[in-house]
């Protein structure tokens, strides 16, 4: 029966596992707890291919209690049932330690189910989620637990695993293989993290491989587009978005076109124009109010043009807004002003401002309104705000040239 590679190299103890010296170094927080023999329940939390399942087998096999394993995604209450009613019979005399894969795929109830038996110790949960726990796991079991992350793996610790999968595949070869120069390096890299995936592109490069080398190209072959880390519902998805408008907003053009291009390869062209058209006036805003129709001109062409084409207006915009005058006045004072409305501070429109139909309906008095175009510099005095806001102030003048030219420009019409 065929058993995939990854599988057949994983690590056994954890000096094998490659990557996660943050948590797994000598020092390492989960090694200490780990060699303590004392295991709590405990929530890994990464991107798949890096070790979360590996390092929770080796912690099973270190502790006197039954390994169960579960995956979410098929998994039910009848399945939790059944481990339930292992307890404290002769099958699992020590406990159980429960190994849950993808706990996110669990509803509240499935979760909830095990709270008493994690409570009390006769389960220890180690559970693994792709997705942030602080946002997929519901508290009550977030609670009692230790959240540990793991990180997608460094090309040099890569490298490691991918020639411990070469050398035993080599083993069972009457010919082995070689790596032409930078094809090794270049598998290493293109994996994004993902060491299984990485052994998995290894594996079938010996199945194709034609004479003793798996040279460079090859490797390229069977790596494309595989780096890309890209989920339209899950954390990646919102990291890079993220990721796109903070560079756009942090004034770093190479950042924002470099999360640009990941949104992009991913085929979101969507996500990309709304954060882009979002940050014009979110970040830009008063400094270069400009911004905002050339932006909309660009999005308006790449929706139009598609990919691949539809990245070079994209691009242009990245650049512009990132290079913009920052401003997020427009975002404190409308802020501001939702603030009040949402807290009840309103109060009746002045007299003044009502619709002019008002008049000579029984008010006490006519409207009174001052048309500002009849008066010079098209401005007169007068009270706009409710008299429960009288000299409220929501937008102050940021201090970039635009709006500390209009501030000049009030400030002389007004004295």
Sequence with gaps: MYKPLADEIRPASLEDVVGQRHILGPDGMLRRIVESGQIPNMIFYGPSGTGKTTVARIIAQRTNRSLRKLNATTAGIADIKRIIDELDTFLTPGGVLLYLDEIQYFNKKQQQ????????????????????????????????????????????????????????????????????????????????????????????????????????????????????????????????????????????????????????????????????LCSASEDIGMAYPQAVPIVKACVDSALQLGLPEGRLPLAEACILLATAPKSNSGVIAIDRAMADVRAGRTGPIPRELQNVHADGTGFEREQGYKYPHSFPHHWVKQQYLPDALRNTVYYEYGDNKTEQAALRYWEEIKK
């Design 113 to 276: 189910s095990l709270l008493e038996f994690i409570e009390d110790g006769r389960i220890t949960l180690i559970a693994s989620t792709t997705e942030n726990p602080y946002f997929t796991v519901f508290n009550a079991i977030l609670s009692r637990c230790t959240v540990f992350e793991f990180k997608p793996v460094e090309p040099d610790d890569v490298r490691q695993a991918v020639l411990r999968a070469a050398e035993l595949l080599n083993r069972e070869r009457t010919a082995p293989l070689s790596f032409e120069p930078n094809a090794l390096t270049h598998i290493s890299a293109a994996c994004g993290g993902d060491v299984r995936k990485a052994i998995n592109a290894v594996e079938l490069l010996f199945s194709a491989a034609r004479g003793d080398t798996i040279t460079l190209g090859d490797a390229r072959a069977i790596t494309q587009r595989s780096a890309m880390r890209y989920d339209r519902e899950g954390d990646e998805h919102f990291d890079i978005l993220s990721a796109l408008m903070k560079s756009l907003r942090g004034s770093d053009p190479d950042a924002a076109l470099h999360y640009l291009a990941r949104l992009l390869e991913a085929g979101d062209l969507v996500g990309a124009c709304r954060r882009i």
